[in-house]
C-alpha cells in the first residue's frame, strides 16, 4: 500500500540547532515534493520544492534533500528559533497527478530556549 | 506570495441541517481548488478536486452527495456538507494552486472550524 511517513513524535531541540525531520514514502514515485509548515488552527504555508531530479534545495536557513532510490527526504532547518516551533509536512505530486498532493503524517517540531 | 481566504473561519450547527463554506483566491484565478478535512492531531486527507466550469472530483470514500461542491468562478469554490451529523465535525481546508502547470506550488486557505452538535 501507498505510505508517506514523518517522524511520528514530536521533535524537541535547543535553539541554534539543527532540526533534520524525515520523510519516507512508498509505493509512490514522486514527480515533485514539496515541505509546508503549518500552525495549530491555521492552513498550511508553502516553504520548499524540489524535483525528482534535484538532489538538494536550500532557501535561507532551510535546506531539502531528495533521494529516490532511498525514497526519502530530508527536511533541514539551520539556527532554530522558538519561533520555528511548528508541524511541518511533506507533500508528494505524481506525475500528471493533476497537482493533486498527497500529504505526510506530519513531525512537529519544538525549539526550546 | 498568493491568497486564499476562507469563509466562516468557524461554524457550529445542529445535526441535519446543511452548512456551506467558501474558499476565494483573492488575487489570482484558479481553474482548480482542493478541499481537504484535517482531524486533530492527523494530516491533511484530500476530500475532491474542483474543477471551475466542469464536476468536481471525489477521492475514494468520499461521499459526492454529502460533500456538495460548486465551482462557481475562477476565484470561489464553495463546499456545502449537506445534512451534518457530529462525524462531521473537523477542520476544512481549500487550497488552490496559481497555475496549471505540473509542480505548482499551492496556497492554502486558512481554515474553516465545524462543530456539529
Known amino acids: 500500500s501507498q505510505k508517506i511517513e514523518q517522524n511520528s513524535e514530536a521533535l524537541n531541540i535547543q535553539e541554534g540547532k539543527t532540526a533534520t525531520l524525515t520523510c519516507n514514502y512508498t509505493n509512490y514515485s514522486p514527480a515533485y515534493l514539496q515541505w509546508y509548515r503549518q500552525d495549530p488552527g491555521r492552513g498550511p504555508v508553502f516553504l520548499l520544492l524540489?524535483?525528482?531530479?534535484?538532489k538538494e534545495k536550500r532557501k535561507e536557513r532551510l535546506k531539502v534533500t531528495f533521494d529516490t532510490t532511498l525514497k526519502q527526504s530530508l527536511f533541514h532547518i539551520t539556527a532554530s528559533q522558538p519561533a520555528d516551533s511548528a508541524t511541518y509536512l511533506c507533500a508528494l505530486e505524481v506525475t500528471g497527478g493533476g497537482n493533486k498532493l498527497t500529504f505526510g503524517t506530519g513531525t512537529q517540531l519544538k525549539v526550546e530556549l | 506570495g498568493a491568497v486564499v481566504s476562507q469563509h466562516p473561519s468557524r461554524v457550529i450547527c445542529k445535526s441535519g441541517t446543511s452548512v456551506k463554506i467558501e474558499c476565494r483566491s483573492l488575487d489570482f484565478q484558479a481553474t482548480t481548488m482542493f478541499w481537504y478535512r484535517q482531524f486533530p492531531k492527523q494530516s491533511l486527507m484530500l476530500m475532491a478536486t474542483?474543477?471551475?466550469?466542469?464536476?468536481?472530483?471525489?477521492e475514494q470514500g468520499v461521499e459526492k452527495d454529502k460533500f456538495l461542491i460548486n465551482h462557481a468562478s475562477l476565484t470561489l469554490s464553495t463546499l456545502t456538507v449537506t445534512s451534518a451529523h457530529p462525524e462531521d465535525s473537523s477542520f476544512y481546508i481549500c487550497?488552490?494552486?496559481?497555475?496549471?502547470?505540473?509542480?505548482?506550488?499551492?496556497?492554502f486557505g486558512p481554515g474553516t472550524r465545524l462543530l456539529v452538535l
Open positions: 474542483s474543477n471551475e466550469g466542469s464536476k468536481a472530483t471525489y
Open positions: 487550497s488552490a494552486p496559481p497555475g496549471t502547470s505540473a509542480g505548482e506550488t499551492q496556497y
Open positions: 524540489i524535483r525528482e531530479n534535484e
